[in-house]
């Protein structure tokens, strides 16, 4: 069983950077593929960042390359989301997933992702 809990959320001003964190317990974090998810008011839930089990390899959505980094400490069990740069269209619940299946690739699908934290709202004003 994998419990995850975000924190970091906030009321930000645009160009503003926060970075949010996901507290994972659980013995096997090592073999966990993590996520983070974002669902904006009114709309669908997307992919928004994944690392593997090392931090060897990570994905972004395009609309956060460049500006947000993902990192995790393995020893600590936690998932980091740096956000810089944020823009008003960032304004969403942040989640947190584990993927116990795939420790080494890292999918974008929600799907795929067995585990789910309670979410965090960040809220970018312009």
């Known amino acids: 069983q994998v419990q995850l809990v975000e924190s970091g959320g906030g009321l930000v001003q645009a160009g503003d950077s926060l970075r949010v964190s996901c507290a994972a317990s659980?013995?096997?974090?090592?073999?966990?593929?993590m996520g983070w998810f974002r669902r904006a008011p009114g709309k669908e839930r997307e992919f928004v960042a994944g690392?593997?089990?090392?931090?060897?390899?990570?994905r972004y959505a395009d609309s956060v390359k460049g500006r947000f980094t993902i990192s995790r400490d393995n020893a600590k069990k936690v998932v980091y989301l740096q956000m810089n740069s944020l823009k008003p269209e960032d304004t969403a619940v942040y989640y947190c997933?584990?993927?116990?299946?795939?420790?080494?690739?890292?999918?974008?699908?929600?799907?795929?992702?067995?585990?789910w934290g309670q979410g965090t709202q960040v809220t970018v004003s312009s």
């Open positions: 659980t013995r096997t974090f090592l073999s966990l593929t």
């Open positions: 690392i593997n089990w090392s931090g060897g390899t990570t």
């Open positions: 997933a584990a993927d116990r299946r795939n420790y080494v690739v890292v999918s974008t699908s929600a799907s795929t992702y067995e585990y």
